[in-house]
Nanobody, 124 residues
Framework: QVQLVENGGGLVQAGDSLRLSCTVS????????IAWFRQSPGKEREFVAG??????FDSYTPKFTISRDNDNAKITVDLQMTSLKPEDAAVYYC???????????????????WGQGTQVTVSA
């Protein structure tokens, strides 16, 4: 059973950096793309960054970088966020798509499994 658990959210000040981590279990033997999305009140969930099992990655902004580590039992995907602004505040979700097609990394409907989300708050 595939499970995704996010951690690392919290309250930071504008200009700070923050690192989120997603731990994925139940998928270490299958091709998969892991991505981060975020959603703030009244807005649609939007793509932040993603990375395939082959290491191809994409991010909507260069101030956010994504990395991935596979070991025998789990996958860990980190999102390093820098120069945070109040508009970056949202619930951040990690998600899994069951393939390595980097062309679809931003396509939300490709993601079948989701974590519960972690709140990021940025004070001005």
């Amino acid at each position: 059973q595939v499970q995704l658990v996010e951690n690392g959210g919290g309250l930071v000040q504008a200009g700070d950096s923050l690192r989120l981590s997603c731990t994925v279990s139940g998928a270490s033997d299958t091709p998969c793309t892991i991505a981060w999305f975020r959603q703030s009140p009244g807005k649609e969930r939007e793509f932040v960054a993603g990375i395939t099992g082959d290491g191809a990655f994409d991010s909507y902004t260069p101030k956010f970088t994504i990395s991935r580590d596979n070991d025998n039992a789990k996958i860990t995907v980190d999102l390093q966020m820098t120069s945070l602004k109040p508009e970056d505040a949202a619930v951040y979700y990690c998600a899994l798509a069951p393939h390595n097609d980097w062309r679809l990394v931003r396509t939300i409907r490709e993601y079948r499994y989701w974590g519960q989300g972690t709140q990021v708050t940025v004070s001005a």
